[in-house]
């Protein structure tokens, strides 16, 4: 099994539906969940970041975390062409080695 | 502002060759990697800099080598390139090592190896 698991897709959908972008995960040491987009051809940026368990959104994004299904969901709103990309989720651990480990990345498309 | 510079941003080497991938940042970071990223793999490390004068392997580091040359650059050199070095490189950087601050990462390198 691996450490963090991600539907590969792709996935398509329409202009303003509602995205919903999930990762799996086995080790219950992790405690920082990121989500990083990276369109083609370019290097991943951070988009959003949560620490523990919770819900946090920003603008048209809303990351949760569920530590105890070790589960989390980058969910987008209204979302738009410009959205199509591979969206990665990574998550890390104090005191697990040096590392961030990440998924291997959901590819997104919106129709306009 | 540049952010994270990595050169080539493309290359195709034969069995056996070497070269080296350079990084440069100019955002005053620490901490500084290169990661693989293979389809279905997601991002691997392969070397990190935790701080300018050391260096660290990561997840996958056999067949690399790296350089810190100074607080700015971070090089990656591959000694006898193996066709399963074929990858897509990136460096990144942060001013700390693996903390919740996010990292910054170049545009890659498309490497194949034949």
């Known amino acids: 099994q691996k450490e963090v698991e991600q539907d590969p897709g792709p996935l398509s959908v329409p202009e303003g539906a509602i995205v919903s972008l999930n990762c799996t995960y086995s080790?219950?040491?992790?405690?920082?969940f990121m989500w990083y987009r990276q369109y083609s051809r370019k290097g991943p940026e951070l988009l959003m970041y949560t620490y523990s368990s919770g819900n946090k959104e920003d603008g048209r994004f809303t990351a949760q975390v569920d530590k105890s299904s070790k589960y989390i969901s980058l969910f987008i709103r209204d979302s738009q062409p410009s959205d199509s990309a591979t969206y990665l989720c990574a998550m890390s651990a104090l005191n697990y080695g040096q590392n961030f480990v990440f998924g291997p990345g959901t590819r997104l498309s919106v129709l306009p | 502002n540049a952010g994270v510079t990595q050169t080539p941003k493309f290359q195709v080497l034969k069995t056996g060759q070497s070269m080296t991938l350079q990084c440069a940042q100019d955002m005053n970071h620490n901490s500084m990697y290169w990661y693989r990223q293979d389809p279905g793999m997601g991002l691997r490390l392969i070397y990190y800099?935790?701080?300018?004068?050391?260096?660290d392997k990561g997840e996958v580091p056999n067949g690399y080598n790296v350089s810190r040359l100074n607080k700015r650059e971070f090089s990656l050199r591959l000694e006898s390139a193996a066709p399963s070095q074929t990858s897509v490189y990136f460096c990144?950087?942060?001013?700390?090592?693996?903390?919740?601050?996010?990292?910054?990462f170049g545009s890659g390198t498309q490497l194949s190896v034949l």
């Open positions: 990144a950087s942060s001013f700390r090592p693996f903390t919740e601050e996010k990292l910054f």
């Open positions: 080790n219950s040491a992790f405690q920082y």
């Open positions: 800099s935790a701080s300018e004068g050391t260096t």
